[in-house]
């Protein structure tokens, strides 16, 4: 073989052998981390906390139905007359404080309670009757009075007294009216006890409430109960109630509350003959409870001389002007 035949003879050798044997496969190369994928994985959320809505307060008791006239006009048609005597008056002659006249299971100034305070508590065992606690945006003040039973800043007030009614015709009225008038929401209002106290059985033109946005309201209900009952005013209430209403000549006359006349109680003084002096005269009158401690029982008392008729339905044994405290 020449030289020229053995050069063609390895070329075409190692041209095989380059193409006969594959080259190794390249190892597959780590995939590429970027920091972020190299932190741990981070925590589930947490889920987002439940947000519980604070207790809605209860809402507010209706405002007192008006009435499309105003109290001015109304004012015109009461009649105007001397006061009466006070001779034979007495808390007791209006029937037991506090009646259940409308019938519902809660004596009347549970009821008022429930209706002029927020944030009430009620006396458990008590059939959602006795308020032990609660709140009162006072009328007569403007500010808020605290209510806790046994140690009350709150009195239910007659906005019409009824020493005041007995001089202006209730003196001739028969019981069922006078029980009536007694415990008429309309003739009705938790306020502040200092406030009431100072009251007494003052009449328009003798007191008005120290808060004197309320005056017009207050004039409203008075005008409102006495017409009500047919009561009649003095010209010194007429001249009272007229300036006030010039301040606020649209004000409507403030009406509604129970009936006129109650049946199914029996008169505490038709018998005992002990309501006239207003004095103690010994237990036993109550017409509910036989003894103090069967009224507080219930939620009743303390009750004062000079302030609740129940006062003489009980012997003041201590001469310190309070039975069943």
Request: hydrophobic share 35%.
């Amino acid at each position: 073989m020449s030289r020229g035949q053995l050069g063609v003879a390895l070329g075409v050798a190692a041209l095989l052998v380059g193409c006969g044997t594959p080259t190794p496969a390249s190892a597959p190369q780590p995939p590429i981390t970027t920091a972020s994928e190299q932190l741990p994985p981070s925590s589930p959320a947490s889920p987002t906390p439940e947000v519980v809505a604070p207790p809605q307060s209860a809402a507010p008791a209706p405002a007192p139905p008006v009435s499309s006239t105003s109290a001015l006009s109304v004012l015109g048609t009461l009649r105007v007359a001397g006061r009466g005597p006070k001779t034979g008056y007495a808390r007791a002659e209006f029937g037991q404080a506090w009646a259940d006249v409308d019938r519902n299971g809660c004596d009347t100034r549970n009821d008022i309670l429930q209706r002029d305070l927020t944030s009430i508590v009620v006396r458990s065992g008590s059939s959602g009757c006795v308020v032990s606690s609660g709140r009162l945006a006072d009328p007569y003040t403007g500010t808020t009075v605290i209510f806790v039973r046994g140690a009350s800043k709150v009195d239910i007030d007659h906005v019409v007294a009824l020493s005041n009614a007995w001089q202006s015709g209730a003196a001739r009225w028969t019981f069922n009216k006078r029980i009536a008038i007694a415990n008429d929401p309309l003739n009705l209002l938790a306020v502040d006890s200092s406030q009431n106290r100072q009251k007494g059985d003052g009449d328009a033109a003798t007191w008005l409430p120290n808060n004197r946005g309320f005056w017009c309201q207050y004039a409203a209900r008075q005008i409102g109960v006495k017409a009500k009952y047919g009561l009649s005013i003095t010209s010194a209430e007429l001249d009272a109630l007229t300036q006030v209403l010039q301040r606020c000549p649209s004000q409507k006359v403030i009406t509604g509350g129970g009936p006129t006349s109650v049946s199914g109680f029996s008169d505490p003084t038709a018998n005992s003959g002990s309501s006239a002096s207003g004095t103690s005269s010994g237990a036993g009158l109550d017409p509910r409870f036989g003894t103090c401690s069967a009224a507080k029982a219930a939620g009743f008392g303390p009750y004062y001389r000079g302030r609740d008729g129940e006062y003489s339905w009980y012997r003041d044994r201590d001469s310190d002007g309070a039975v069943c405290e």
